[in-house]
């Protein structure tokens, strides 16, 4: 076992984890954050990505303790003072989910996209959110939703 510390949330958090954990798990079963979601563990879908310092990470292709000493931002993270962060609230509005199991990691791989690039074309989240898989939704309109999302300046 390897001790880790990290920031999860704003929170510090330190445990002990095995090299081989990956860090989708950890944040899952040793955090019981349960909101990122595993969708095929093979890098392929997207729905467990997190931030880590800051730049969106499929949580499935790290490990636990390559996030030591790193600040780590769950979908659990993003609301502030019990009000949805604009992100999740464009998702909302714009009916941007079905199922919602994709909807945690395109929801945060759409804060770092806007981290990135505040205005982005069609084609720019197209292209910024290919990473993620939805089976539901078609994807018109979680596009919609992120060019709310920007037009708020989230
Ligand atoms: S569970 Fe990580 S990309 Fe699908
Ligand atoms: S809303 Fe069901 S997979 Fe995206």
Redesign the pocket.
Known sequence: MTRISLSVNGESREAEVEPRELL?YFLRNGLGLKGT?????????????VLLDGASV????VLAVQADGCEVTTIEGLAQDGELHPVQRAFHEAHALQCGYCTP?FVMASVSLLQENPSPSEDEIREGLE?N?CRCTGYHNIVEAVQAAARVGA
């Open positions: 989708v979601m595993v969708g095929c563990d093979t890098s392929s879908c997207g729905a467990c990505t499929k949580s499935c292709t990691g990473g898989l």
